[in-house]
């Protein structure tokens, strides 16, 4: 391993030394860790078969799955460079981020080879080992990297400038992230995850991957998340720990019966959790859920460690363990925002030259989040500085959607900005001017095809004109 791939040893080490298990609620099969280092060791082996070099960068778009744990940790051990995306991201999608991330490959649980066989990729199905099939496909014609980046992943992120971003993170920040989580909250290797949210996403890899292989803790897999199912499963299985999101608080409540044994912890991230939902909580299950805190670019921040805490309006608790936390003026006036640092943070963005730290300075990371302190050192969340529409604990980019709508023929103008929705989420809205010819379910259709479902318009207006200040930016707050 080079000194740059080093930087993969300790999750890899950690991986190494699991002696847990996984298991699979879709396959209904228990997958202990020895299995799953197998799965990793196949994938690597079909790897080096199938031509991907070291440092490659390759896309990885899977499910909540022991499948995920082996693509993950065999791309690892192959020295490539994983991109970790929503299962259920579209093939147009999929290779839009491959081509931002310079990936000459993609690898996907949910996508048929004919899907990916685009723009002249080469897809096919592989089964390395009964329970790990994919589909994969690669450019007949790779463009070359310098290899710059070994012993790190990337997760697609959004920033303020309204650009989908790449966070390039390394395994020594994830173990650092587990430890983390360990150090504030106390699992161990008795505790049972359920793994509800996208293990792809910061949050779900961070509680759901790294903190029990570093604990030895179970971990019970969910490809899709349906309440009487995670209701079921808390039963059956267990279930200590369940990471959550607002938008499934609600659901799992009215599917939990008398019977439900009630988690030790259920935290909710990703999206502001609305006090009258916490409220529900408490009244049904006599436990508050505790409001957790991070961004992509730092991982875990913040988290409510006490019943007490958990129990306060908009809280998101206080630092985690080795989180140094500094306010400094936002743009708006009456807010302050966070700067973090972290062994967690991100090295950077990746962009078309390679790594980009600027946006870590001083190792100090500016989250975009307007927030205020409190006397007993938490903190409140008040908002965000960006336009970032914010589906379910999932971010939108505003302008990924106008690019996908803008490229029908016939599309003159296009707005996407969010609306509010259930449980303090938002929806994705368009406003639309375009030729007779294009109709709403012609402009829902093509966004089925090129984007993943939560970025997908919900409303769909049709308008003769966009309402424009002098400067010609779009008036949002006059849109229906």
Known sequence: MTACGAEARGLLEVFAEYRGSWIDLAARHRYPAAELRRGAAEVTRWLADWGVGGADHVVLSAANSPVLLALFMGLLQHDAV??????????????????????DAIITQRQSPEALSVGGMVADRHQVLPWLDFAAGRSPAPEG????LRGVYMHCTSGTTGRP??????????????????ATLGFDRHDTVLAAPPMTHVYGFGMCVVTPLLNHSQVVTLDRYH???VARAIEEYGVSILPAVPGMLESLLASYSPTTPVPTWTFTAGAPLPHELARKHFEYTSRWPYPMYGTTETALISVARTQEQAEQPN????????????????????????LVRS???????????GLDSSSVEQSWYRTGDLVSGCPDGSYLLAGR?????NVNGLKVVPREVEDVIAAIPGVSAVKAYGKSAASDSEQVNVAVVADEQVSSATIAAHCRAHLVFYKRPNMIHLLDTLPMTPSGKVVTCELP
């Open 82 to 103: 994983p991109i970790l995306v929503h299962a259920d991201t579209p093939a147009y999608e999929l290779q839009r981020i491959a081509s931002r991330a310079h990936a």
């Open 145 to 148: 990297h310098d290899g710059a």
């Open 165 to 182: 971003k790449l966070a390039v993170r390394t395994g020594t920040s994830a173990v650092a992230d587990g430890h983390s989580y360990l």
């Open 227 to 229: 309440p009487r199912t």
């Open 315 to 338: 809280t998101v608790g206080v630092a985690a363990e080795g989180v140094d936390i500094r306010l400094c003026p936002a743009t708006e006036p009456a807010f302050e925002t966070m």
């Open 343 to 353: 062994p967690m943070v991100m090295a950077g963005y990746f962009d078309e030259d």
């Open 385 to 389: 500085e960006s336009e970032i529409i």
